[in-house]
């Protein structure tokens, strides 16, 4: 059944292809091009990227209606992003960051974002202001054996600019972690495409919390200013520490930005689809409660 659809979708964008290069002598309208040209882009990028991902389909991913979010990764990829409407009824509305994937191998965190992503999908509106891009670091999940680091084999959750970045992060790789390979800062703070574009996207959409999917350490961790979660499903709070350069000292510490990390338990194992769904109610309920929105 699955490939049966995949297979009418490629017709359907075979046909639709084919009619587009005919009519091209016809004029249309700057927003039908652009549509039309996010369409090619969303099923090349997914034809790329669901292989790689545990229980997430060709047709679920281009239903996710993700659009180049304005980054590229170091190998040309773009870095997609879905912005969704807000229940105008709402008196105040928070607004919502949710990463996925910033380290490559890690796969269920981006794989379960697809699957919020579709929950998402089925009302017409949402409680929150959610900006979503569930894979920050595709070249790290395309290299040959998915890796951690981007394509210049760096960290990119060391890569963000903490105070005294220079002398903390680099010292740090270099003697907590003995100059690991998976976990190099970077030469200097910001200086990856895919970290650039989280920071640039945290300064325009001024999210009230970011919420950072990892895998496998199977809890949640929260820096910065708000009440942690008890649980979401059978993730309980349990801090995992805090490092130079990471997303959640740079944001939850130093901009006051909460950054709630989410680690599955297994980083190529997906959680069962009820476990999904509670963490994504529990969440939910844990952003209504304790996140404020300062703006709107
Ligand atoms: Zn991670």
């Not at 652009?34 to 369409?39: F, I, P, R, S």
């Not at 790329?48 to 679920?60: D, G, H, M």
């Not at 991913?61 to 997609?80: A, D, E, H």
Request: hydrophobic residues 40%; proline residues 8%.
């Amino acid at each position: 059944m699955r490939l049966l659809s995949a297979s009418l979708f490629l017709f359907g964008a075979l046909t639709f292809a084919s009619v587009r290069a005919e009519t091209s002598a016809i004029p249309t309208t700057a927003v039908t091009a652009k549509v039309a040209a996010n369409t090619g882009k969303l099923h090349q990028w997914c034809k790329q990227v669901t292989p790689r991902l545990p229980k997430v389909s060709l047709n679920e991913c281009l239903n996710s209606k993700l659009v180049p979010g304005g980054g590229r990764s170091i190998k040309g990829l773009p870095l997609m992003t879905r912005d969704f409407a807000v229940d105008l009824r709402a008196k105040k509305v928070q607004r919502v960051l949710l990463i996925g994937g910033i380290h490559g191998d890690e796969k269920t965190a981006t794989a379960v974002v697809f699957k919020w992503l579709a929950a998402m999908s089925k009302s017409s509106a949402q409680e929150f202001q959610w900006k979503v891009a569930p894979l920050v670091n595709p070249d790290g999940l395309l290299a040959a054996k998915s890796t951690r680091v981007n394509a210049r084999g760096v960290d990119l959750n060391r890569n963000f600019p903490t105070p005294d970045w220079d002398k903390e992060a680099l010292q740090y790789w270099a003697k907590k972690t003995k100059s690991d390979p998976r976990r190099f800062p970077g030469k200097k703070p910001v200086s990856e495409p895919e970290s650039k574009w989280i920071f640039d996207t945290i300064k325009s959409f001024q999210p009230d919390v970011i919420i950072s999917v990892h895998a496998p350490f199977g809890v949640l961790d929260l820096d910065g200013p708000a009440q942690p979660p008890t649980r979401f499903g059978r993730l309980h709070y349990n801090r995992v520490g805090v490092y130079p350069g990471s997303l959640g000292n740079y944001s939850g510490i130093h901009q006051d930005i909460p950054v709630l990390t989410i680690e599955l338990p297994h980083a190529l194992t997906m959680p069962s689809p009820s476990e999904i769904s509670r963490i994504w109610h529990d969440m939910q309920v844990w952003i209504r409660q304790h996140i404020s929105a300062r703006k709107n």
